[in-house]
């Protein structure tokens, strides 16, 4: 079963995702960039199967879609969260015993792993929603603060560089390419 559909596929996705404004506030901007590169993800995506998702497909790489998916996921948890929000859940795909979970371990449901990074970018949506981008997190790895505009900046950056590994795993999968 493909994750998602197929329906009026193109080569290069156009009409799929709306573009950001040029002009509007910053949180807008910011919001709807980090929106754009979060349907950019997914559309890399449409219409493979699990098996293709989880194909390492660039090696000696073990990037697949699926590990990317997984890992988007899990740190969509941790930066809004766990970081900025204080909020007392569990990390997903990752251990101390076993750190590269999100990209090894490609077993399991992928309509599970695409329905909780769905969950997990509709709770940071709501996080960012009732902050202001001067509020402040407080990073658990060095206990410096960071304002939600920094983090919005850094997940922009997350995803725009993650889609480019995206990218190279799609075509090389079925030669499909496209923005």
Not at 53 to 75: D, K, N, V, Y
Not at 86 to 96: A, F, K, N, R
Request: with cysteine.
């Amino acid at each position: 079963m493909d994750t998602i559909p197929d329906e009026n596929y193109s080569a290069t996705w156009e009409g799929d995702r709306s573009e950001p404004p040029r002009v509007a506030s910053e949180r807008e901007i910011l919001t709807s960039t980090l929106d754009w590169h979060r349907r950019t993800f997914e559309l890399k995506c449409r219409g493979l199967t699990p098996e293709q998702l989880a194909l390492r497909a660039i090696e000696p790489s073990g990037l697949s879609l699926h590990g990317l998916l997984r890992h988007l996921t899990g740190t969509e948890r941790w930066w809004f969260r766990l970081q900025f929000a204080g909020e007392d859940v569990p990390m997903l795909y990752y251990s101390d015993e076993w750190p590269e979970q999100d990209f090894e371990d490609t077993g399991g449901d992928v309509e599970a792993a695409w329905a909780a990074w769905r969950e997990e970018c509709a709770r940071s949506r709501e996080i960012v929603a009732a902050a202001s981008l001067e509020d402040t997190g407080k990073s658990r790895r060095d206990g410096k603060p960071f304002s939600l505009r920094w983090l919005l900046t850094h997940h922009i950056a997350e995803y725009a560089r993650h889609a480019g590994h995206a990218d190279l795993l799609r075509e090389r999968i079925d030669g499909r390419t496209g923005h």
